[in-house]
Structure formats: structure tokens, C-alpha cells
């Protein structure tokens, strides 16, 4: 097993329910996650992994926790970057982002998200008002995470052709159904998004898209995960591709450590180049650490 030196976890998340609600935590599978979870919890686990640097990814669509999360990346010797949220539709948007960077701990804004999974309009991403705002996240030179699922893709694929000065990083693969072993037409537009050079992907969040109600091993989930992360692998290349642990809803599945391993394992083939990209520079150069 290859031991990353210097390996950047490119997603993760913390919370403390005392400070507010996370509203998404509902019903008995997602139960285990109703705590607290602190960078504190989260650095010794890192640190044995071999991570040395992170991205605290936003968890809801609240305008107060981006600037907590600065302050905190401010504060961390762990964070190297924070993708945050802002409403997009708003006017003033390019104003806000512009506030936010000059908040206490602003230089690290990295990047902006929005829960588009939530959306029930699929074309959520081709709304005027909504490009409006990513042209002013692409003019404040950040980037922007994609949150989506299998049937959201196409829009993604026009937002990334119609704005070419803005990097699209698609998250957890874009969540495809590895429960099912479905690969279509996951697949397909996945490739269509990877044919633009402005998008990246996350090697993330594929664990969880097992099925959490059956009793399997780390061999067997990697059987399962392997043709999605090939897919991704061949589609956007290790030069575009990042790992991720996507903590700590991972632990549903499996460990902090259990989860790095397993991305170690999905990627067996690359040179040592090769796997310094997905686990270090991808992240390294679109996320500007």
C-alpha cells in the first residue's frame, strides 16, 4: 500500500449541532451523524493518514457558516481552503463574494457551493439568474463545486460549455448508483462533462452510494466502487481528479483511515506521478493551496 506524504483531502466537513441545526441529518440511516464534529476529531485521523492539508466543504445553505468557516481555516494549521456558500440568485452577489474575501481568514475562499441535489428543477444551473451569479464566482477567481445528482448532469455539462472561465468540480462523482451497479447514462454524461477542460471531479463520497443496509467488506464495496472510479479516471485523467474523504459522513460506511485506503486501493494502476496528482496536485492547483 502506497503511504501519501503530503496528501490533501480535498473534501470534509465539520458541525456542532449546538451552534445549529443540520436539518439534512434525518431519519435512523443518517442517525450515527447527529453529533458533533469538530476539526479537532478530525486532524489525529488525518494526520495518520498522511494528510496534511484539507478543504472544508459548506453543509448548509446558511450565510453564517462561511465566514465561521474562514475564521476557523484562519485558525487551523490542518485547513488549506474553504468552499463556502452564497446565494447565487442574489444582485449584490459580486459584493458579497468580495466581502467575503476580506473577511478575517477570507484568503481562504477557495470556492463556492450550492446543494443543487435539492433542486427540483433539473435546469437549475441554466437559470439566468443563476448563471449570473456563477459569471460573478468565475470573476472573483474562484471555484465552483457541484453538488448534483445522476439526473442533473446534462445541466452541468451547458453551465461548464457556457461559462469556459469557470472551473466546475464535480462532487462525489456526481453521485451515481452504485447500489444498483447502473453505470448508464451516468456514464455517458460524465464523459461529456470531463470532454470540457474547465471541470475536475472528486474521487469522494462513493462509499455511501454502496448499499449502507447490506453487511459488506472493504473488498466487496471496492468491487463494487471500481467501475465508477475507472470511469472517472479514465474520463478526466489523474490530472483532474482529486481525493476526498467526505468527512464525516464516510463513517457511516467506514473509518476516516478505512476511507483513504480504499481510495488508495481504487487506483491501483498509476504511477507514482500519476497518484501524486489525485492525491495532492489536482487539489493543489484548482483549489490554489
Known sequence: M?????????????????????????GPELAPLRRNFTIEDLAPQARAAGVTRTVLVQTVTVAEETPEFL????????????????DLTRPDVADELARLCELPGGRYLKGIRHQVQGEP???WLSRPDVRRGLGAVA???????????????????????????????????????IASGQLEPWASDVRALAALPNTACKLSGMVTETDLRQRRSAQERRREMLPYADTVLDAFGPGRLMFGSDWPVCTLATTYGGVSLMADALVPHLSGDERAQVFEGTAERVYRL
Do not use: M, N
Open 139 to 177: 470573476a472573483a477567481g474562484l471555484v465552483y463545486d457541484l453538488l448534483v445528482r445522476p439526473h442533473q448532469l446534462p445541466a452541468c455539462v451547458r453551465a461548464a460549455a457556457a461559462l469556459p472561465g469557470l472551473t466546475f468540480v464535480l462532487d462525489h462523482l456526481g453521485k451515481p448508483p
Open 121 to 123: 428543477d433539473p435546469a
Open 71 to 86: 475564521t476557523l481555516a484562519e485558525e487551523s494549521d490542518l485547513i488549506g481552503g474553504v468552499v463556502g456558500w452564497t
Open 2 to 26: 502506497t503511504v501519501h506524504t503530503g496528501t490533501v483531502d480535498a473534501h470534509h466537513h465539520v458541525w456542532d449541532l449546538s451552534l445549529r441545526d443540520q436539518d439534512w441529518i434525518s
